[in-house]
């Protein structure tokens, strides 16, 4: 079992930046692969960006590339998403999300965090 908890979220205008962390309660957080999923207000969970078990192979979706950098620190059992140039449309509740799988594009993972909620509004 896996315990995650996002921090980080908030209110930013459009153009700013962000650092949301997930921290997780698991002796073997260097076994799994490491996501942030986020949900929009009336919209299905969305795949933002993975990073795999050694933090060698990052992916991310088409809307967050060259925007958006996933990270991880093994020895801190965490996990970061840094978000520049926000836009209005990533407005969403952020949740990070662990997989022994590496899963890319998709939402389907096991473990998942309460979420943090983030809002670009000017």
């Known amino acids: 079992q896996v315990q995650l908890v996002e921090s980080g979220g908030g209110l930013v205008p459009p153009g700013g930046s962000l650092r949301l962390s997930c921290t997780a309660s698991?002796?073997?957080?260097?076994?799994?692969?490491m996501a942030w999923i986020r949900q929009a207000p009336g919209k299905e969970r969305e795949f933002v960006a993975v990073v795999s078990r050694g933090g060698d192979a990052t992916f991310y979706a088409n809307s967050v590339k060259g925007r958006f950098t996933i990270s991880r620190d093994n020895a801190k059992n965490a996990v970061y998403l840094q978000m520049n140039s926000l836009r209005p449309e990533d407005t969403a509740v952020y949740y990070c999300a662990a997989d022994r799988t590496l899963l890319i594009y998709s939402p389907a993972y096991t473990y998942w965090g309460q979420g943090t909620r983030v809002t670009v509004s000017s």
């Open positions: 698991t002796r073997t957080f260097s076994t799994y692969n």
